[in-house]
């Protein structure tokens, strides 16, 4: 009976799918694609997941974990909320360093709002996504890092706002890298609610 081969487990798996992902768009994920790029062969992908979709179902559930996990390791890292939030939104965009992926990752998105179970997984992470833009911003505001009556609830929807659509933006007119392009568009959205015109609680991001 074959067993799984030493040193390629799920996490590995799922890394090398979200690569190819972005490389290839819906169309080219296949099992034997994923397969190549993990170093095994498609019939252990089949006995691990049963099908492609199996496959992105597990994705899904492990981008819901990373998720909630990830504030809180970025958080750790900064001395500030703001710039901890600053990080959260560059961190969240690791792997697409390239518009063609972006636009891949996207595609995959798309076609998530279609089906149910993967849109629930999808509803996952933006929720853990939008539970830690609020609980920064919320921790700023109690640091003193914003102005004094800042509406926190109204600002994340904005940051979450900016996030989103300067991806969009800088797959379009490829300016920049996708880091330069959200650190800048989120400190202008910033800038104004800190209790200082100078912007250094986010120069640290």
């Known amino acids: 009976m074959a067993g799984r081969p030493r040193g390629v487990d799920d996490a590995v798996v799922l890394a090398r799918t979200a690569e ?14 994923v397969a190549r790029e993990a170093g095994l062969a498609p019939a252990t992908l089949v006995q691990r997941f049963g099908s492609k979709r199996g496959l992105l179902l597990a994705l899904a559930e492990q981008s819901a974990r990373d998720a909630e996990a990830l504030a809180g390791r970025v958080r750790a890292g900064h001395g500030s909320a703001l710039a901890a939030l600053v990080a959260l939104a560059v961190e969240s965009t690791t792997g697409i360093a390239a518009p063609e992926a ?39 505001a109690d640091a003193g890092e914003l102005r004094p009556g800042t509406d926190t609830a109204a600002l994340a929807s904005s940051v979450r706002a900016v996030v989103a659509g300067t991806g969009l933006t800088w797959a379009l007119d490829r300016h920049g890298t996708l880091p330069e392009r959200l650190r800048r568009e989120l400190a202008a959205l910033l800038g104004p609610h800190l209790p200082s015109s100078d912007g250094t609680t986010l120069e640290d991001a």
């Open 20 to 33: 190819v992902m972005g490389r290839t768009g819906p169309a080219g994920l296949t099992l034997a694609a």
């Open 102 to 140: 972006y636009a891949n990752h996207l595609a995959f998105l798309c076609a998530d709002l279609a089906d149910p179970v993967l849109r629930a997984h999808a509803l996952a992470v933006h929720e853990a996504q939008g539970r830690a833009v609020a609980a920064l911003l919320a921790e700023a």
